[in-house]
């Protein structure tokens, strides 16, 4: 090569290494290289994050899985803090349409949340996220020896007032099967009726299927065909004036996700 081209081709390669240069430092005219995600952030960081209390009430037979599922709800939610109010579905709506600070209502029927609705107390449409049947709950052993609804007419039985879900359900389930009952106490909730039976107060009680299960180690329940006429759903709604809005939507989303399904059919209940 001579003189001429070797300084050509030296000249060359500096322009190229200056420019190599430029553009790995960047410039006021070429973009921006990327951002590195810095230390810790997780691939959610893009969304936000709910943090603060969130108030649920929900139906009495919820108690053992929401407490759960709370519990879970906080872990995957270090900022958030859960707090429940358990009892019956009619008493919790008319908590809420008389103005209770709520964020979350999960009812044990449709018509206890469309005591919500109708008042414009829920935000969008309540979607339902289980169905629970009726068992009939007696001592452990069934003294009695209960094989159905026909054999509560002789016997000492609580039933749900009926104004509660589960007092509405027992009362489908019996006109179902022709029979009429004399209960010696109405109760406001289902674990009410429930312990009447662990407390030896009566001989049987029309319950949900999921709290024979919960209370197992101190009941046996009896299943009887006309349950599957009072079928009861479950619904949940985000509430209107919920204090914290945010935390509200994403305690909903998740008990309509699959991991609470999970959990909630384990316990029983069944797929809406």
């Given amino acids: 090569m001579n003189t001429v081209g070797r300084r050509t081709a030296v000249a060359t390669a500096t322009a190229l290494l200056l420019a190599a240069g430029s553009t790995a430092c960047g410039s006021s005219g070429d973009p921006a290289p990327a951002a590195s995600a810095p230390a810790g952030a997780s691939a959610s960081a893009a969304t936000d994050t709910v943090t603060g209390a969130v108030t649920v009430f929900a139906a009495a037979s919820l108690k ?6 709370g519990k879970k709800f ?7 803090k859960v707090t429940f109010n358990f009892g019956g579905s009619s008493a919790l709506a008319q908590s809420i349409v008389s103005g209770a600070p709520a964020d979350v209502f999960a009812a044990a029927s449709p018509a206890t949340m469309k005591t919500v609705t109708d008042a414009k107390a829920a935000t969008g449409t309540p979607q339902v996220f289980v169905k629970n049947t009726l068992e009939i709950a007696v001592p452990e ?3 009695r020896h209960i094989t159905g ?3 509560l007419t002789g016997v000492k039985v609580a039933l749900c007032a009926k104004e509660v879900p589960c007092g509405a359900a027992a009362a489908k389930a019996l006109q179902a ?3 009429n009952l004399t209960p010696v106490t109405l109760e406001q909730d289902v674990k009410g009726a429930l312990t009447k039976v662990e407390l030896g107060e009566v ?7 999921t709290d024979v299960q919960a209370d197992a180690a101190k009941i046996d ?19 209107a004036k919920a204090p914290n809005a945010a935390a509200a939507a994403a305690f909903v989303a998740y008990i ?11 316990a029983g209940f069944q797929a809406p």
């Fill in 141 to 143: 052993g069934n003294p």
């Fill in 177 to 179: 099967a022709g029979v």
């Fill in 203 to 209: 001989d049987a009680s029309l319950v949900y299927r």
């Fill in 221 to 239: 329940g009896v299943e009887f065909p006309e349950a599957a006429k009072a079928v009861n759903d479950y619904p949940i709604a985000a509430l």
């Fill in 256 to 266: 309509e996700s699959a991991e609470a399904a999970r959990t909630l059919t384990a």
């Fill in 74 to 80: 906080e872990a995957a939610n270090p900022g958030v």
């Fill in 64 to 69: 053992e899985t929401f407490t759960a599922l």
């Fill in 149 to 151: 609804l026909k054999d």
